[in-house]
């Protein structure tokens, strides 16, 4: 299969990029290959003999996704030489989570982050736990004193934080929200 190969050609890195921003917007959950491919300018033959199986696509398009993510835990890591402590990262992440810039990422995030919790089995599969897993490991680098259930626990409120700034767009009332609990 041609998904499997080491490095995606030109094309199938094209449309992967073209795919990815398509759902953006378009979501994941009831992705189809005709209208994607029109999208996209391609066809489905093309997608299938590229990515192997519409789940093939959407394992590729969740990795691409993540790789924003993990994209900004590397450079929020290298920006300093020191442990900069737990509040200070969780300022940062909240700041990059709740940019308007951010929103078709982060839905896209819910999503599949939903998705992998109720299919498990699927493409979906350990996106959810992987993401949990990323999030922790930058805020044990970041703040090495605090407990692994402070971390969870700020991890948990930057999430819920976000989930509630989705449905409702009230930046002010979330930010506040999560300058509360930080202050603790």
Known sequence: MPSTKE?????EQELLERAYAYSLTHGLADLSLRPLATAIGSSPRVLLFLF???????????ARGRADQLELLRQTEQRYDEPPGL?????ELWTWL???????LMTFWVEAYGRSLV???GPWSDFARSTVDDWLELLKTSGPEETEARRTAVLAMLRGALLDLLATGDL???TAAVEDYLAD
């Open 98 to 104: 709740a940019a308007p810039e951010r929103r078709p």
């Open 52 to 62: 192997g199986s519409k789940d093939g696509l959407i394992r590729a398009l969740l």
């Open 87 to 91: 509040t200070v990262i969780a300022r």
């Open 7 to 11: 490095a995606p050609s030109a094309r």
């Open 119 to 121: 299919a498990p089995e």
């Open 172 to 174: 002010k009332r979330t």
